[in-house]
């Protein structure tokens, strides 16, 4: 069983920075792409940014691009979502997301195979 385990979230002023964590551990954890979405309250939950599991190529929503970065260790078993620039809409609860396939790291991630619980930030104007 796969447990992904998210940090770093909290309240900072737009303009500023945070990155997120997502440490992933479990008996089996090879060939999980990886990714992070969003959920503002009232909205459905949404996609942010995923990183390919063989090759670290990465993936972004339009909303985020040039602002945030996601990025992986070397061991693939943690996974950052470094954030710039923030804005007051990017207040929300961020979600990791673990899943064997690619297509899953979209939309609102429906059918991930794991999620952790989730880690809030607060971007305030």
């Known amino acids: 069983q796969v447990q992904l385990v998210e940090s770093g979230g909290g309240l900072v002023q737009a303009g500023g920075s945070l990155r997120l964590s997502c440490a992933a551990s479990?008996?089996?954890?090879?060939?999980?792409?990886m990714g992070w979405f969003r959920q503002a309250p009232g909205n459905e939950r949404e996609f942010v940014a995923a990183?390919?599991?063989?090759?670290?190529?990465?993936y972004y929503a339009d909303s985020v691009k040039g602002r945030f970065t996601i990025s992986r260790t070397n061991a693939k078993n943690t996974v950052y979502l470094q954030m710039n620039n923030l804005k007051p809409e990017d207040t929300a609860v961020y979600y990791c997301?673990?899943?064997?396939?690619?297509?899953?790291?979209?939309?609102?991630?429906?059918?991930?195979?794991?999620w952790g619980k989730g880690t809030l930030v607060t971007v305030s104007s």
């Open positions: 997301g673990a899943d064997l396939s690619l297509a899953t790291m979209s939309g609102p991630g429906r059918g991930m195979d794991y």
């Open positions: 479990g008996p089996i954890f090879s060939g999980y792409h």
């Open positions: 990183i390919r599991w063989y090759d670290s190529s990465t």
